[in-house]
């Protein structure tokens, strides 16, 4: 199927790699104009900071400028120090938070009178950190913000209703994108094994979430606003032992 989001201008952060990157190619095809924006600019991305309200401002008023109109904000970029509890500083913790939650709030807050005229739709991205905690990951600043956005999207979807806006978020478990592979992926870290304890036997990938991020932004989910789709292989829900099962085949 093509052409789900024909007509529609999609405003996407993050979009220089990773998801983001994966998420603009995506919508175009299925027929969006996809307005992008990351603070890395070497791929010819527009530059956005979205933990800084002047670039968040600039970014929206820019895709006006150049589209008139808004109808999906898709806040796909964060950034993340993580570290144990009692080694995290002050500094690290609010970077995240700045990263990863006050970023939504940002673009939200922005993008809000757009997808009021235009009864639009906002995708956020949560984390299986923001539902679970990890015995692997040490990520007390992280499984903060992204629980905050998963909170956060639905009390938008419940001051959007009224305008016609939908507030939707997914939360992806362990996705093979750059970011991941220079962090969690890497090497040296336990999490690198972690594919073993997901019920589907291998860690996603970026086509595995784009076409969650297409349909909830469709009018497909014209139905749907405040859910949080958990895309993880099963990874949250089920208890580890997938790996013994295997052995025992
Ligand atoms: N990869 C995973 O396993 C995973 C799992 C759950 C959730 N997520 C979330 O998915 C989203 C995308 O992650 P990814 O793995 O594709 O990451 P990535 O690091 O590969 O890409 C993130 C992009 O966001 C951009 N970015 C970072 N800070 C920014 C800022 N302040 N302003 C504008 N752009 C900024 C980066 O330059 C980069 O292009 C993030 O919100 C992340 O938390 C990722």
Known sequence: MSGRLQGKVALISGTARGQGAAARERFVAEGATVFGGDLNTSTGEAHLDVTDEASVAAWIQRAIDAHDRIDILYNNAGAVRFAAVDDQSLEDWRFTLAAELDSVFLTCKRAWPHLKASRGVILNVGSTAGLTGSMTNQRAAHSASKGGVIALTRQLAAEGAPHGIRVNSISPGMIATPG?????????????????????????????VTP????????????????????????????????????NE
């Open 180 to 208: 991941a592979r220079e962090n969690l992926l890497a090497p040296h870290h336990p999490m690198r094994a972690i594919a073993d304890a997901i019920p589907l036997g291998r860690l996603g990938t970026e086509q595995d």
């Open 212 to 247: 969650a991020a297409v349909f909830l932004c469709s009018d497909e989910a014209a139905y749907i606003t405040g859910a949080n789709l958990v895309i993880d292989g099963g990874w949250s829900v089920v208890l580890p032992g997938a790996q013994q099962m295997k052995e």
